[in-house]
T-cell receptor, first 113, second 117 residues
Framework: AQKVTQAQTEISVVEKEDVTLDCVYETRDTTYYLFWYKQPPSGELVFLIRRNSFDEQNEISGRYSWNFQKSTSSFNFTITASQVVDSAVYFCALHTNAGKSTFGDGTTLTVKP | ETGVTQTPRHLVMGMTNKKSLKCEQHLGHNAMYWYKQSAKKPLELMFVYNFKEQTENNSVPSRFSPECPNSSHLFLHLHTLQPEDSALYLC????????????????FGPGTRLTVL
């Protein structure tokens, strides 16, 4: 069975704090793709990052960074120096070449000024 | 128009009505998706079309009927819905390589907020 778990339902931080959103996945496929999407209050999901199962290199993009660890089946997302505009629901997703698509239940991040 | 558009943005319908949701992508993609987003289950994949062929139907009730006439357009036909079908319906598209050897990110539309009375 394929599964994505985002254990944190809601997180609240104060502006400029760092925050990490956790994502743990399960799949029997050897080739798979992991994604993070952001859904701001306006409702439209926005793609943030994609990682292939054979590429464990971590990535940093501005204040965003991602830590992919196959050994623990985790793909965590860290926002450094959070801002109010980061407030949104963040979804972790898993897709496989077998055609299965699974999204986590999402983490609602609130950044207070 | 750019990206993925959905119409209408809001829809209120009775249980005996028949309506359709429309999605159009202007990105040259060849795969399209319907998702249901509700408070109970944040993001549920309903249907997948690859190269206009339906490749996934996640046990969706027959009162939801998808149609993909070409790679740019996707419809969701609705009939005899139930109040619990009220939700945000999201359309997405992506670029799939022939043979499905890769999986690219999906681009989402703004959604249709559906209320069933």
């Amino acid at each position: 069975a394929q599964k994505v778990t985002q254990a944190q339902t809601e997180i609240s931080v104060v502006e400029k704090e760092d925050v990490t959103l956790d994502c743990v996945y399960e799949t029997r496929d050897t080739t798979y793709y992991l994604f993070w999407y952001k859904q701001p209050p306006s409702g439209e999901l926005v793609f943030l990052i994609r990682r292939n199962s054979f590429d464990e290199q971590n990535e940093i993009s501005g204040r965003y960074s991602w830590n992919f660890q196959k050994s623990t089946s985790s793909f965590n997302f860290t926002i450094t120096a959070s801002q109010v505009v980061d407030s949104a629901v963040y979804f972790c997703a898993l897709h496989t070449n077998a055609g299965k698509s699974t999204f986590g239940d999402g983490t609602t991040l609130t950044v207070k000024p | 128009e750019t990206g993925v558009t959905q119409t209408p943005r809001h829809l209120v319908m009775g249980m005996t009505n028949k309506k359709s949701l429309k999605c159009e992508q202007h990105l040259g993609h060849n795969a399209m998706y319907w998702y249901k987003q509700s408070a109970k289950k944040p993001l549920e994949l309903m249907f997948v079309y690859n190269f206009k062929e339906q490749t996934e139907n996640n046990s969706v009730p027959s009162r939801f009927s998808p149609e993909c006439p070409n790679s740019s357009h996707l419809f969701l036909h609705l009939h005899t819905l139930q109040p619990e079908d009220s939700a945000l319906y999201l359309c997405a598209s992506s670029l799939r390589l022939a043979g499905g050897s890769s999986y690219n990110e999906q681009f989402f539309g703004p959604g249709t907020r559906l209320t069933v009375l």
